[in-house]
DNA sequence: GATGAATGAGGTTTCATTCAT
DNA sequence: AATGAATGAAACCTCATTCAT
């Protein structure tokens, strides 16, 4: 027997690896050259792996469509948050906490709209579907289940993150946050 | 005013056949050959105005820096709109009319920011001023002069057109800017 | 109007070159490279006028299946051969003659039926057809129209090719053609 | 006798499995994992034999030369022949009954001949050697000692093989035997 | 100015070979 | 002895760029 691995464990080690990479440097910039020096393998172990480049870059987004959030809620569902305003606070911390995370996503999914090849209509589904399941997340985290509201926290949590990425400067997330929800305590009370 | 007129004016043609392609492609999966078959000419002629592929991107974002929005207000400001809520409505439209130019405007700046050779500072100063431009122009149209609550509509507007971007049918313009428009002015009168 | 080329003339002049390294080195033991700097340009031109290495082997079978003996007849009719004995003679001096032509063209087709992945059933085809040409050139040109005693003249012409290949001192081409010439006269007098 | 023996009798096995192999796909356009998953053992194995690709031809191309017609003869031998008719025929026959086996050879002594690395002067004289007495068997058999002839009849077989293998259908062994035959018999007792 | 053939550096991918298990 | 994951040199091929026309 050669050396064991798992292989399908390592698969998604070089995955996760390889998520700063495409997020920062773009699908179509990269080399399979560079990812592998980057992630400290051979090229030759990258093509173990993965087929080929765009096979990797697939199986990439198909990863992330299967984790984000979901870890979201689990983080601060523990805690009892009664007042909306609270709710809306906790998740702006979340999303401070974890803005980079979320950029990067962004930015790998945009990515991925650019590939023309890529958009096979099952990987495109499942980005739509992770993109629901973000807002049925929020739905339910904050006890709120008027849709329009729904999406405009999301939009706005998009919104904040893009902005941010061109100049950090000038959005504040937590201030942000705090007129939203000083916003809409005063709107749902109506 | 001899040919150099015509030169320029060409070039400035030029550029704006390239736009709808780097945005939609990005541009390190675009080939010089594609721009040059995709605008119509050949790649000798792409050279004869542009030194470089890199320079061709720079050129372009700097062109789209100059001009967006700026169209923008002169368009609206002609009407006289005096309830803030009039005046979201007419930017709700506005934004509608011309998502696709500002989705793509989205798209181009954040290659540009994934492209690690091209950040000249230079650059990205004027993209950083172009936001700013953005935000105050925002902020003179509504004529508020709460930065917190412009921020709050540009990030709206940005999360509109990128979540969008992603599946249309996800959220509607026209839905969240009369939400905006409700929540502000039941805000503003507090 | 660039470099002017006549596109097609220098895509057979390129594929004459090719020809001796094919026959010589073998398609899977050749590498564009070694084709590239062996004919004299870049492997850039090479890929400009052949989308790949297959497809530069495949024009080349092509080029060759369409040429072969057509050139013999033209050469050799001219005299008026009257006995078969000088007809045969004739023909083994033009054998001898291009000989190496012949051994070559043998190489390159078995290369290719060696190929599984190029084996498209027209060029296929048109190989075969190539082969009964030869075989009716030389029924032709002896003016034998028993069709088992041209086979064994085009047999024998083949063997002392592919033998001669081995060791070229093994057998001589104007003995065995000279004895060719007496068997069949004495054969063909009974 | 230790496992020495086993080796050596496994590693013919293994050459045996890749005669084939080799045969029909060529030297080059082989890979040492191609040959070790169509023979049914790793590559580690297929190492664990020999000691580089080059290495595992050579010796295939040496097993090659050192069997050969040896058989041939000691099966046909015990029969007795009396006319040359009669042994042409039995020859024609033995060809017949091995043309795949002659096929194969042909093509493994060319692709031979075309990688010039393995040049080495042992393996080509041991290939001519070859040749030289396969000749010598067939003059033993068929009782002639006229040199010409003898390349007459083994060009011939040579050529037979060659042409059937582009299309089989082009030529018939046992036809061209007969005719043979027929010709030798006439010419020799002139 | 315009063209596209030519170039060769560099990209993606394959493959002989090694080596831990 | 046997396996197959890992390696990196080298294969095939692309692409920004140049340059003769």
Redesign the pocket.
Known sequence: ?????N?DR?RKELLTKCFDLFAQRGYGS?????VAQEIG?????????F????ELFRQLIAEITEQDILRATDEIEAQSLKTIKERILALGQFIAENEDYFYKQTLLFINFFQQPDLEEQQLVEAVKRSYKRYQEEIMKFLSIDNKAIVNHVSCLIDGLISQRAFDPESVSIKEQMELLAQMLSVYLQE
Do not use: D, F, N, W
């Open positions: 027997m050669p050396k064991i691995v292989h390592y990269l080399t399979m050259r560079q393998v051979s090229t030759g172990t990258l093509y173990h792996y087929a080929s480049k765009e």
